[in-house]
DNA sequence: ATTGTATTTTGTAACCGTTACAAATATGGT
DNA sequence: ACCATATTTGTAACGGTTACAAAATACAAT
């Protein structure tokens, strides 16, 4: 789940993303927390540095990351998205109580679901509820 | 997931909940597609049959039954949540294509998840997405 | 049947996360 | 410096959901 960036800014070159200063800053966020963020949280740590910032900015931007298949998104809760710069396939957990995402890890060998013919998997999504670590 | 239910509103009864007209046609809805559907597809189908029939009333319904614990709710979609009157474990798929959903069998006893100690898990979600036989 | 009380339903407005859009700003090549 | 293009920004709109108070209904006691 986790990967190590080195160099932000190539890192988005490399994947088709011209690493504007905005970008670089949202997706260190994204690797420096991997705390799964909703748009709020990653404005409301940025919007100090950069005073300018926009939400519509978040937003274009974690939209373009999808696309280019450098974050993922994470739908557990049902009213506000969380995103994930770990692409991978890999299970979370979020606490009824903190509201906090953990990863999983999940051997995918260890996992046998019959899926019918003529299905085309694309995504494999695993996530369970509770009450974290923390809140215990 | 499926399970057939006699009599829709000693079902209701027999979990607490007043069985009026309204949360009875709604239950029969849910157990007669098993369509997983959102609060509109199902807001459609019975308007015709119960004019007056309100959208917050489907929305408390609903949540009325979740409460109850005789629905469960789809977080698969970004934008709608989805409701569910089979509340066993099990998976489901969404097409990219048609945004149907499909249920999974899941065999719990095949798959293998090492939550880590110290959490207390009480819901497991298991969902994929791709193109479903339909859309093939 | 009538009254009174509690429950359910309804319609409207508000809420909130997200997106559309056009103006403003920044970038990069000539 | 100038132009063309890409990016960012602010505002308004959108859509699903909820809050809330009024209207309708159910139900028990008289
Ligand atoms: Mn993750
Ligand atoms: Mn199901
Ligand atoms: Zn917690
Ligand atoms: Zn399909």
Redesign the interface.
């Known amino acids: 789940m986790k990967q190590r960036i080195e160099d932000v800014g190539e890192f988005l070159k490399e994947n088709g993303i011209k690493p504007s200063y905005q970008r670089i800053k949202i997706y260190e966020y994204l690797v420096k927390y991997y705390n799964h963020p909703t748009v709020d949280m990653i404005y409301r740590e940025l919007v100090p540095k950069i005073p300018t910032l926009s939400k519509t900015t978040v937003y274009n931007t974690l939209n373009l990351f999808i696309e280019k298949k450098i974050t993922a998104?994470i739908?557990?809760?049902?009213n506000e998205?969380r995103y994930d710069a770990g692409t991978s396939v890999h299970?979370h957990?979020q606490c009824?109580e903190c509201a906090r995402i953990d990863d999983?890890?999940?051997?995918l060998s260890?996992?046998?679901?019959?899926?019918?013919?003529?299905?085309?998997?694309?995504?494999?999504?695993?996530?369970?509820?509770?009450?974290?670590?923390n809140c215990?």
Chains 1, 2 share one sequence.
């Open positions: 998104i739908v557990i809760d049902e998205t299970g957990f009824n999983i890890d999940i051997d260890k996992i046998e679901i019959p899926i019918p013919e003529h299905y085309e998997v694309s995504e494999q999504h695993f996530y369970f509820k509770g009450k974290c670590s215990n």
